[in-house]
């Protein structure tokens, strides 16, 4: 529900829970490695991305960092990091609405990952970097994040 509107969504595909699956992998022993704090939840998790509840997200991956956000109904506020992976039934909203609603409400860190196209997008909202272009990455590239400058995922292996 986005703006008290609801959409539909397809079922996964298999090479889209495979990325869900090996992203969310590395990113939880990323995170253990480093000692961090944060968790990684691949949906179906809850992300209720404002007090009022009218925008409720199930992004494919999402990293929270702040404890007081997680309750057991899910995330009530911003996860850190957000990864989308897209299908042709998805990508205009994860292009469109979601980024502009991940954007707004204070996600840092934004991937939409387009297995049809074998790149990735690569947005950042973080205060101290103005890098929101959209940089493209080929799944044969080592993508990098800017909230975790150490964590390299290369999507071509899991693909």
Known sequence: IIDGYWYDMATPTT???RL???ISYRLNEYIEKKGGDCEVFPAPYSIFLNE???TYVE???SVVCDPDK???DGCHGAPDFVIEVTSPSTIRKDMAIKLFKYRTEGVKEYWIVNPDERN????VFADDVDDNDGG???FDDELISHI???FKIRLADYV
Do not use: A, L
């Open 148 to 150: 975790y400058p150490d």
């Open 136 to 138: 493209q990455t080929s």
């Open 70 to 72: 997680i309750r057991e």
């Open 20 to 22: 869900v699956n090996k």
């Open 15 to 17: 090479t889209h829970q």
């Open 59 to 61: 992004p494919d991956i």
């Open 120 to 123: 990735t997008m690569r947005f």
């Open 52 to 54: 009022r509840n009218r």
